[in-house]
T-cell receptor, first 112, second 116 residues
């Protein structure tokens, strides 16, 4: 079993739709949770960073963490074609040198 | 925001050539930098963790003599792919963390390496 599970998609939605992306994890030591967006042939770009259960909102993006269920989500409201990218969840346990554990990444296509 | 610059963005060279890739944190100090490799349509695979002033820590299966890492300052780490062969062709990405604790990693834009 992988430490982090993420459906690779692809996920195709019409413009304006609400998108829900999810990851589950098995390691209860994870305390920090991130969502990255990666466009083709580019490095990942940090979208959201959370370290507690609950919701965090930034513009059209909402990150949700449920530590009791070991489940995290990213919601994108009013999706745009420019949101088409691969979305990677990542997690980390405390400690300066601890590495990120990535999900497989979900490919999202938002069509006009 | 935190900016990580990676250079070059694209390299095409002959088999047997050694290639150096630079990773710089532009507006913060990074005690730790990370090097990843990514194959098409796959997630990032951590190759090594680079710590300023000390030897890098390599992941299992990554050849230390093949992928040389130097982290000489708090803003610069380099990855040298020695005697590169076609199977080394890939997308290499670095990331850096701020010297302060519990900060997320910020990534460079990657280097696409093609060995002919």
């Amino acid at each position: 079993q992988k430490e982090v599970e993420q459906d690779p998609g692809p996920l195709s939605v019409p413009e304006g739709a609400i998108v829900s992306l999810n990851c589950t994890y098995s390691n209860s030591a994870f305390q920090y949770f991130m969502w990255y967006r990666q466009y083709s042939r580019k490095g990942p770009e940090l979208l959201m960073y959370t370290y507690s259960s609950g919701n965090k909102e930034d513009g059209r993006f909402t990150a949700q963490v449920d530590k009791s269920s070991k489940y995290i989500s990213l919601f994108i409201r009013d999706s745009q074609p420019s949101d088409s990218a691969t979305y990677l969840c990542a997690m980390q346990s405390p400690g300066g040198y601890n590495k990120l554990i990535f999900g497989a990444g979900t490919r999202l296509a938002v069509h006009p | 925001g935190a900016v990580v610059s990676q250079h070059p963005s694209r390299v095409i060279c002959k088999s047997g050539t050694s290639v150096k890739i630079e990773c710089r944190s532009l507006d913060f100090q990074a005690t730790t930098m990370f090097w990843y490799r990514q194959f098409p349509k796959q997630s990032l695979m951590l190759m090594a963790t680079s710590n300023e002033g000390s030897k890098a820590t390599y992941e299992q299966g990554v050849e230390k003599d093949k992928f040389l890492i130097n982290h000489a300052s708090l803003t610069l780490s380099t990855l040298t792919v020695t005697s590169a062969h076609p199977e080394d062709s890939s997308f290499y990405i670095c990331s850096a963390r701020d010297i302060q604790d519990n900060q997320p990693q910020h990534f460079g834009d990657g280097t696409r390496l093609s060995i002919l």
